[in-house]
């Protein structure tokens, strides 16, 4: 199953400099902590995913509602248990102080970006283009990168797999019961019927492979040639403009006035 989706200026990002650069930005946000400058980035992280992933709104915003929830708790986990010595709030075990508070919130927008730019980058490139990349650009063994391909388009088959054995299971009158035998049987009934199924079709995909003299001893070619282009630089520059104005509009704009947030040890 194949979700429609317009293809925009992102998806056409050499694969491989895309994740590199998004591992990259990854740790680079690890050392911002600078609360306002952090939310502009997510802001404008947030902005770039929204407009230009390519995929229907509605089906982003479904998407968005795992990580809404992530933010929300680590933020209120870090507000009402974290330390701090200007007291805002207290009952019982819950302890909110203004250092917490900017804590919580910095720590639950730093989850909020690096979701986003997770997302950006699995919405907007093609496994295939990206193990194709990896193996032109980093060089990336081909019997590693046709492995991962392999597994990843028999995930697919072992779910509708799976499915098959449920609806067969039910044609032929097994109830469905509670209880720890219950669980036992389910497991044994999936399970091995899946495993045996997987382990024949990972030995014919080896043996095909061999027939058809695979091998990454000698120099080979490419049905998808992957390269770059000035979108790339595109892309690059993008993203250092989003540092910058962030960081400018942090300093003119402060949303709270508050600079580095530190944790304690």
Do not use: C
Request: glycine residues 6%; hydrophobic residues 50%.
């Amino acid at each position: 199953m194949e979700f429609q989706y317009n293809e925009t200026w992102l998806h056409k990002i050499n694969p491989t400099l895309k994740l590199f650069f998004m591992v990259g930005m990854f740790l680079f946000v690890l050392f911002v902590h600078q609360l306002n400058w952090l939310i502009y980035l997510t802001s404008g992280a947030f902005l770039l995913f929204w407009f230009f992933s390519g995929h229907p709104k509605k089906r982003l915003a479904l998407l968005m509602i795992p990580f809404i929830l992530v933010f929300v708790s680590t933020a209120t986990s870090m507000i009402f248990f974290g330390k701090g010595e200007t007291t805002w709030f207290k009952f019982g075990l819950i302890h909110i102080t203004e250092e917490s508070f900017y804590r919580g919130i910095h720590l639950g927008f730093r989850a909020l970006i690096f979701a986003t730019l997770g997302l950006t980058f699995t919405l907007t490139t093609r496994p295939v283009n990206l193990f194709y990349s990896l193996m032109q650009q980093a060089k990336l063994k081909p019997k590693y990168a046709y492995s991962f391909m392999a597994g990843m388009r028999l995930i697919p088959i072992m779910i509708e797999e799976f499915f098959t054995i449920r609806n067969a299971m039910r044609v032929r009158g097994v109830q469905q019961q509670r209880g720890i035998r219950s669980f036992f049987f389910k497991l044994k009934s999936y399970s091995i019927p899946l495993l045996s199924q997987s382990i024949r079709r990972a030995h014919r995909i080896a043996v095909a492979m061999e027939a058809k003299r695979f091998s990454d001893a000698t120099k080979r070619t490419f049905y998808y040639q992957i390269g770059y282009s000035k979108t790339d630089g595109l892309f690059i520059l993008s993203f250092v403009a989003l540092i910058l104005l962030s960081y400018y509009s942090a300093e003119l704009w402060p949303l709270f006035p508050v600079g580095d947030v530190r944790y304690e040890s």
